[in-house]
């Protein structure tokens, strides 16, 4: 280290600054600066790739943390309060004991907050210290370095299954096609790989990369937390510029898959990357209750001044009263007194401090320490733990567990959270023509929804089939069988599923689910097509129906990862995971390794179609003898499992021992989709004989029904996004040479883009295929399906060279880029050639619609907001119960704001009428309304928003569709805001983030479409039905416990307080305690703290079973609840009215006798301590252990410590002396008698108040807890 | 293969009943049904232990004579300002036998011996015996910690400053004959006082602890003459010292003066006329107050005190009512929902 002018680092921090703050950075390698000083280094500037999360220091530990708690309000007047009790004519104790509860305070709070830091810095230098490889110059070799040491400009290589280290621009991968697999699950939970590409054009990458070579200046774009957005451009010596996108960057914190090794250069480092700049910690939101909270500590203050004031006028009176100078009154030092008026405004201040736990210190550390036990409960409960995913709930906003007691209004999103999001193809239509694919309605579930709510009485089996002989290929299918509705079965089963972890008790979970029986009538069609074809290559691919199953399997961004060997990780920690998260599909596909006989050519659809039938005469088979057949079925799955942890493979590892004589190589292929639609369309495609078997960024290959494989070349993927709702493909096909546009997304975006129809070869009357599929699209969104409309253009060379030209240049522009690449896409996307349509259904998630029954039942309103058609919503709304038959459904869909203005207000008129109707009067009014996008955004303008509210608060459910984003936000804002009421967001995917940041309280459900949603929420959850648990138990749960206990807080310290302040009375008002200070700090620091902490955590007032089964008790918690301005006050009244029984009974009891101060104190202190106890024993609800434990450990702790002090200490605390008073007080029996007769008179008119309510008016949480008995 | 399974899963909550809540519990319902016995055992014991307190409370005799000497025509009158030393006397007459052990108590009205800051005008070392604190008594004693000569008063303070120094004798005319009640000073005190808070300097003679020290302004002896006749009461430890020094809870107060357990009198004072002198010095008329001497009996719950046994029958007869409504209530409300 050389020494440096301060000057030159002053102005190197300068630079340093600016480098960092300009919009573009030059980058360059580190490599010929190996070895320089630091100030020669060009990357010297940017950050390093160590990171720091810790928030304090070892040194500054003690003066950063008393900065931070200081920052709170409550901290702060407690410390004004100590440093007033150090002013000598103010004080009311001696100034060193007035520290001591802040300074208990403040020190539990500092050792929380640095065990926390120092778990922090310990996973930091962790981190820091992990292995990488950085390429050395002096070594000529990639050389083992810590994550801290790399810098930008480095260039590191990554190996399979390694955690990148920093952000890398990928410039050689080992794949030859230069493509890099990334699992991002540390980073977003997605768990499909992707693909990430090496940068282009930066000389030859498949011959090893040479770092030294490199020489080429990297530009990028500012350090930001856009996860899926980088922009960059890499310019070569020769001033050429190649662009480079996300698609080319390596993140932080992501795993590398699939691929051998890859090398990638720094580009950002350590807290620049983007995973850092996205890991914000956990959210702070101030809950309902803080707030009502808030305004009651203040009532508490104005109190505490009203009762100071009394003090300090009561102090002049006295003084005034008295004719001389008595020898009590005490002048100061110098002998002088001071008048009346002075004293008593000094009083005010003393009685401030005399006073001043009237507001409650420890209130709010209690409530944090509530909060984290409440939060312990809520993700240990095992019935919020998924098992599929192996995930609990997620508490990520650890301060709001009691809003969810109080949730008036649910938002829902459909897809993924009310549904599985797992697609199965259900139907299609070619050309006009449906096929109804009758066998998948067969195997799948009944789809009443009386049904889904009841028990699932089936379980669904895996069972091989059967392997066929196969000359050119052999194929195992695994069919579902449906068992019994056996009880006793059942209870087997679910011993079995533990074994063979996929199975699910609930059928929707199964991965089976994604088999796709084909339709006979289709497969003919094909095979037809095909022989008619086959031989005629040049024509084949004509036939509409092959051309729409290869656009099916290839027309998406499927990742096809053949190797398993890759995702060890994967496989090893979760069987399931694999293939139901991510969609890998197993097939076991026996490769042609044939005998000799097999030139016996037969076509593959007949070995489907027979393949068909057999399934179908095993079925029969099966239910007849399935008691024969089954029990061994499950032992041998559970032998698999053993054997190799992966059900999937079950068949492959029969195949062997069937076909002995040939040799078999058993390959998996693995579907990785970034939405299931996808996966599904592959799906059925593949069941139909076009297997998709691998994609690179350049090619797709594909196999035909007739086993041949075609290796289409790929242009350019128009990737799908929101705005154009579509997504295509430009291929060359490999026979014809022909450049096609294969484009599939939703019917309305596509209708409208459609050309001429198909080819000219057609007759007339099949010129109605647009036509005639839109009507089999509106029947199947009616099904409540998904459609997807399915289209293919012919380009001519020159258009797609020319097209190919402009496309690149908008990939390399730096400005207006997603704007320029858009548009291109829409350029090409015209005069499109419908195909056919994809109808997929998207299952209820298992108890949606009792989850939504209970959620209306106790009172909430629940809102489903989709992007998807009226039709398709309604008839989901129907599946889940939002909307039921006996229902008012109001419909509401206007063109125009005249209309919807008249509509709005007919319908406010009909549903006042309906209410005020005499016939409805005891029934609860169902009305549920149906709303637009279009019409929900004229109804949110400010002129009609008035109206439209007014209508929702009379509606239960509420069905938004064709909704965006945005709007859903708005909406929920809109509720919220206007009808003050307290929101809950629910949803999944990305397009849900809006909505649940705007709500009170924000749900995420970890699902298929990654991890935003849960990122922003403050609650996430695994299963749509884990939110009746979570809101109808925990809520209630957590919202009494914290309420009860904030207000047994109020009143505990009020009543304590009132002791003192009545004796003020008898001691001339000169602040004087008949306790002594210790015993009085410690009564609110121990004696009486864990009581109402325990409470809080632990009171049960009914049991889940109840909450569960009578939804109608979360109606207690809703609105003002059970925390309000009454409840608070009676408090206050209750407390004042113990407080003048625990003081006037001693007092009238010692009147005219020899007592003196703390043996009178003593008394009124262990009344109030059995008072404040016991009352808390009246509102407990069940007492287990911990109850029993911690109530009579105050207790005992009360006596011990009390008596340890008063025995040990003579002196040690002048001029308060309480030696000996407790064990003289405990040998007197006037002491117990006093004790008895106070803490009875306190408590007795609660108590009869509660059993008299309890008999006279039960309330329905006390009928709920009835019921448990 | 279960076991396997755990494993599998790390991030299965533990089904235990404290983590998933369902600890057995006792789930108490408040309801008439209940609390009707309840009511009624509670009122029948706070009866009965009423009772019994009240009967108690009311064989407890009690003589009280104020003798502030407000009226003109009270013996004392003439002491009430003068300054000098002044004596009066007062006779009473006790009707029947005042059953022994009787307790002598002087009492103050109106004195706030619970002022903050007057108790707090103590050194507690130096009560100790510390001689440190001789020469240099706390602050707290401010500003009775050095007298005009800036010696250090010992022992310094307000409270101690204040003793009470009336001193009284009585008698018993019998037969015309003034006899003097002998009045027992020792035990007063409470015994951890005298034997442990408050010590003298291990000194002896004790004068000669306190060279270089003052007495108390108010005071017209230093403490170590304040009784001459017992080195074991005399200084800090002086039985009279350690009742002042307890301060009185509440304004109106008495403290115990003496026992009379001696002679002819351990069984009580019998019936007749007695005389009360009085050693008149304490000034009062500057806080209105009010001195009596009082003459008591003590039982179990120590003096007369009728409040308790009263407000343990009012609160056992409101416990015995409440169960009769709660019967009502149950009858009205728990039997209309059986059926």
Known sequence: MTWRSPLALVRDALQGQRARERELRSLVSNLP?????????????????????????????????????????????????????????????????????ICVIMLLTALKDGWEDFRRYQSDRKVNNTPCFVYSRREKQYVERRWKDVRVGDFVRVVSNEIVPADLLLLYSSDPNGVCHLETANLDGETNLKQRIVVSGLGAANLGFEPESFNSTVVCERPNSNLNHFKCFVEKPDKDKVGASIESLLLRGCTVRNTNHAVGFVVYAGHETKAMLNNNGSRYKRSKLEQKLNVDVFFCLILLF?????????????????????????????????????????MFFTMIILLQILIPISLYVSIEL???????????????????????????????????????????????????????????SVMGTEYPHKENGKSAFPTSPQQYSSVMPFTVMLKSVGHQQLPRSRWSLEAEDISPPDTQRHGRRRKSKVAAN?????????????????????????????????????????????DFFLALAICNTVVVSAENAHRQRLIIKCVSYCSIVTFCYAVTLTQECTSPQSSQMRNPLETFSSLVKKAGAFFQRDKRNRTLSEDPVIDSAKTEDEADANRLRTCSLHAPSQNGSTIVEAEELCYEAESPDEAALVYAARAYGFILLARTP????????????????????????????????????????????YTKGADYSIMELLGTPYAENFSGTEKNIAADTQYHLDCYAKEGLRTLCITKKVVSESTCQSWLGERKRAQAAMECREELIMQTAVQLETNLTLLGATGIEDRLQEKVPDTIVALREAGIHVWVLTGDKPETAVNIGYACRLLEEEDLVINMSCKNKVTCTAILDCTLEEVRRYRDDPRNAGTTQNISLVIDGNTLDMAKSPDLQERFVELTKHCRSVLCCRVTPLQKSAVVKL??????????????????????????????????????????????????????????????????????????????????????????????????????????????????????????IFDKDVSVEVLQGVPELYRTGQGKGEYNFLTFWIAILDAFYQSLVCFFIPYLAYQDSDVDLFTFGTPLNTAALFTILLHLGIEIKSWTLVHWIIMLGSVALYFIVTLAYTATCVTCNPPSNPYWILQNQMADPMFYLIVTLCTVVALLPRYTFHVLKNSVAPSPLLQGRQLDR | MVKEEQEESSNRPDNTAFTQQRLPAWQPILSASIVIPMFLLIGAAFIGVGVALFITSRDIQLQELDYTGDDSEHPCFKCRTNTEKCTCSMTFSIPTLFKGPVFFYYGLTNYFQNQRKYGASKDDNQLYGDLNYFTSPSTDCDPYTRDSKNMPIVPCGALANSMFNDTFTLSHTVNGVQKIVPLDGKGIAWWTDYNIKYRNPSITPLINAFNGTKKPTNWPKPIYELDTTDVYNNGFINQDFLVWMRRAALPDFRKLYRRITHDDYAAGLPAGNYTLTIAYNYPVHSFNGKKKVVLSNVSWMGGKNDFLGIAYIVVGSMCVVMSVVMLIVYARFKFAEDV
Request: aromatic fraction near 14%.
């Open chain 1, 975 to 1096: 509720v919220r805001e206007k009808l003050k009421v307290m929101t809950l967001a629910v949803g999944d995917g990305a397009n849900d983030v809006n909505m649940i940041q705007a709500a009170d309280v924000g749900i995420g459900i970890s699902g298929q479409e990654g991890m935003q949603a849960v990122m922003a929420s403050d609650f996430a959850i695994s299963r749509f039905k884990h939110l009746k648990k979570l809101v109808l138990v925990h809520g209630h749960w957590c919202y009494t416990r914290l309420a009860n206990m904030i207000i047994y807080f109020f009143y505990k310290n009020v009543a304590y307080v009132n002791l003192l302040f009545w004796y003020q009375f008898f001691c001339g008002f000169t602040a004087t305690t008949m306790i002594d200070y210790w015993l009085m700090i410690f009564f609110n620091l121990f004696f009486t703290s864990t009581p109402p902490i325990m409470f809080g």
């Open chain 1, 502 to 546: 996929a199975h699910s008790d609930a059928a929707f979970s199964s991965p089976l689910e994604t088999e796709v029986i084909p339709d006979q009538k289709l497969l003919q069609q094909i095979s037809r097509a095909e022989s008619s074809g086959g031989r005629r290559d040049g024509n084949r691919s004509f036939d509409p129906h092959l």
């Open chain 1, 698 to 741: 350049d090619s797709v290959t594909v196999r035909l029904p007739s086993g041949e494989d075609l290796v289409f070349e790929v242009l350019d993927t128009l990737t799908f996004d929101s705005n154009r709702k579509r997504m295509s493909v430009l291929v060359r096909h490999p026979v014809t040479k022909d450049y096609v546009l």
């Open chain 1, 306 to 346: 009203a009762m100071c004031l009394i003090g300090a006028f009561g102090h002049y009176l006295w003084l005034e009263s008295l004719p001389g100078v008595p020898s009590f009154l005490v002048p100061d030092s110098n002998g002088h007194l001071d008048v009346p008026s002075l004293e008593s405004f000094y």
């Open chain 1, 33 to 101: 600066y190996e070895g320089q000083e630091k100030g020669k280094q060009p990357n010297r500037f940017f950050l390093s790739n160590a990171i720091k999360t810790t928030k304090y220091s070892l040194l500054l530990f003690l003066p950063m943390n008393l900065y931070e708690q200081f920052h709170r309000l409550a901290n702060l007047y407690f410390v004004g309060l100590a440093i007033l009790n150090f002013i000598p004519v103010v004080n009311a104790f001696q100034p060193e004991v007035a520290l001591i509860p």
């Open chain 1, 370 to 428: 509530v909060k984290v036990g409440q939060i312990f409960f809520i993700t240990n409960d095992i019935d919020l733990y998924d098992e599929e995913t192996d995930s609990r709930v997620q508490c990520r906003a650890l301060n709001i567990t009691e809003d969810l007691g109080q949730i008036e209004y649910v938002f829902s999103d459909k897809t993924g959270t009310l549904t599985e999001n797992k697609m199965v193809f259900r139907r299609c």
